[in-house]
């Protein structure tokens, strides 16, 4: 009921499949993305997601013969039509076809959203049995670190990979956090058995307990049929607790019932089940300020705390930042089945030096958007996202001014102390700092210095003498 949502997307437009799985992982929901309606009926008799978004028009298969397809054998999977907004007859025909909504394309992507959460609750309330077993998409494990501290978690992996210890991943959010537990599983003598993820973080309070434990039929409203829990999916394997910090206090106390006794009950059930599960929890918070404002339990803190990871924040290790920028960019390329970018020099180094609050996370949706947005292979300062470009100008100055805004004050306050002819001041400063920073790009060399300036080369000569800048001639060659 709270599992993650499956959502397959079908639209053979690479922009809107990726603009609809991004946003609909974000909302929190599982999305899969088909280019086309083939092999989609037979994929189905397998496993049926908590909903379908479509296109209409697709080579192949249309999306109308499709969902009349879904209608008939997997009525109670909704599918969401998308088509032209022109497109009135479209509309008609899904609804009559048996389509759960219409969307028309170009859409918000809120609204979306909010429509693909729509229907999936109607999925939820419509089937009575049959959950289908969701596990966390197969994700690769590369992890990419050359930064001394990543070295330190690959060594931890590495010492770890014999044991079935209990692992406490500290780190901001997005720095690699669930990347690192996967890779402690995939290296552990469980690595055969199931690796089961669980935001507490993502997951309605009320819903915690009979997600983790699972509940009984009838166990409360809407218990329509049992259901397995968390821990009973990840028997035998690891149990990958995403925001402890966030659990309820109820919940913790049954957490450490469970990791005393190895056993526990289904929410209204009154058979223990006995579970081998491995617990790694990772949590972006100070677990310990936690405990001493009385939010978090101690005893379970410490059976927690047994082994600590700590995954530094992004700026905490620049020098991975450029081979994380060329792996996210291949893996962009090959998700939307387009020729990888690559990144300028210049646009690689100032990358390098921005803060990225929200860590690997942030890099990797540039990379994307980068692949998505970037008009040619190489991709140039000038193709960056807006919001980074804005990040560099508010930056370069302190104070959080712009130059042209710190330019203006000076004015403001030349003009107050009552100074004439301020230009004669103002404009050799300028351009002094234009030249020696040009000189600085290129080594000291003129010839180069003029092109990034934009003067002939004599114009620089010129300037030079004239400011007094008695840059000395390199490499003139
Ligand atoms: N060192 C790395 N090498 C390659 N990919 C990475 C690395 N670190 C993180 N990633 C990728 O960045 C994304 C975010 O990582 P992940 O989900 O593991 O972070 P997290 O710390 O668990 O975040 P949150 O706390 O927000 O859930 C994932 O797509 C992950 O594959």
Same mark, same amino acid.
């Given at each position: 009921m709270?599992?993650?949502?499956?959502?397959?997307i079908i639209d053979d437009d690479q922009s809107i499949r990726w603009v609809l799985e991004r946003a609909l992982s974000q909302a929190g929901m599982q999305p899969r993305v088909f280019e086309s309606g083939e092999g989609i009926l037979m994929r189905l008799d397998h496993e049926q997601p908590d909903a379908i978004v479509s296109d209409i028009r697709m080579p192949g298969i249309d999306g109308i013969t499709l969902l009349s397809?879904?209608?008939?054998?997997?009525?109670?999977?909704?599918?969401?039509?998308?088509?032209?907004?022109?497109?009135?007859?479209?509309a008609v025909t899904s609804y009559q076809t048996?389509?759960?909504?219409?969307?028309?394309?170009?859409?918000?992507?809120?609204?979306?959203?909010?429509?693909?959460?729509?229907?999936?609750a109607h999925s939820h309330e419509k089937r009575a049995t049959g959950e289908t077993h969701t596990e966390s998409p197969q994700r690769s494990a590369e992890i990419i670190?050359?930064?001394?501290?990543?070295?330190?978690?690959?060594?931890?992996?590495?010492?770890l990979s014999h044991s079935n210890i209990t692992v406490l991943i500290n780190g901001e959010s997005g720095t690699g956090k669930e990347l690192v537990a996967q890779a402690l599983h995939n290296h552990s003598p469980r690595a055969r058995n199931p690796f089961i993820a669980l935001n507490m973080a993502a997951i309605p309070k009320d819903l915690i307990e009979s997600e983790l434990f699972g509940h009984e039929k009838g166990a409360f409203t809407g218990a329509a049929a049992a259901r397995q829990g968390r821990f009973e999916?990840?028997?035998?394997?690891?149990?990958?607790?995403d925001e402890i910090g966030d659990m309820p206090a109820d919940t913790q106390t049954r957490l450490l019932r469970v990791l005393a006794d190895g056993e526990f009950y289904r929410v209204g059930g009154t058979t223990p089940i006995k579970v081998d599960v491995?617990?790694? !929890?990772?949590?972006?918070? *100070?677990?310990?300020? @936690?405990? #001493?404002?009385?939010?978090? &339990?101690?005893?379970?803190?410490?059976?927690?705390?047994?082994?600590?990871?700590?995954?530094?924040?992004? !700026?905490?290790?620049?020098? *991975?930042?450029?081979? @994380?920028? #060329?792996?996210?960019?291949? &893996?962009?390329?090959?998700?939307?089945?387009?020729e990888p970018k690559v990144l300028r020099p210049e646009a690689e180094e100032y990358l390098t030096t921005l803060p990225w609050p929200g860590n690997v996370r942030q890099l990797e949706n540039t990379c994307r958007w980068l692949t998505v947005m970037a008009s040619g292979r190489e991709i140039h300062i000038d193709d960056l996202p807006p919001e980074l470009l804005q990040q560099a100008e508010t930056e370069t100055t302190a104070y959080g001014q712009t130059w042209q805004e710190g330019l203006r004050n000076w004015a403001d306050q030349e003009l107050k102390r009552g100074k004439k002819g301020i230009l004669d001041i103002?404009?050799?400063?300028?351009?002094?700092?234009?030249?020696?920073?040009?000189?600085?790009?290129?080594?000291g060399r003129r010839r180069d210095a003029s092109i990034l300036l934009g003067w002939g080369r004599n114009t620089l000569t010129r300037k030079i003498n004239e400011l007094g800048l008695d840059h000395p001639e390199s490499d003139e060659g």
């Open positions: 709270s599992q993650p949502a499956n959502v397959w397809q879904v209608v008939e054998k997997h009525p109670d999977v909704p599918v969401i039509i998308m088509t032209a907004h022109s497109d009135l007859d479209s048996g389509a759960f909504e219409y969307l028309p394309k170009p859409f918000d992507v809120d609204d979306a959203v909010a429509l693909v959460k729509r229907a999936v670190g050359e930064a001394p501290a990543m070295q330190e978690v690959f060594r931890a992996i590495g010492r999916q990840a028997n035998g394997g690891t149990l990958f607790l491995r617990i790694i !929890a990772a949590t972006h918070q *100070d677990l310990e300020k @936690l405990v #001493q404002a009385g939010s978090f &339990r101690e005893d379970l803190f410490h059976r927690l705390n047994v082994i600590r990871i700590h995954l530094p924040k992004l !700026a905490e290790r620049r020098e *991975d930042i450029a081979r @994380l920028m #060329q792996h996210f960019l291949k &893996r962009a390329a090959k998700e939307l089945a387009v103002a404009v050799p400063e300028f351009e002094k700092i234009m030249i020696e920073t040009a000189l600085k790009h290129t080594g």
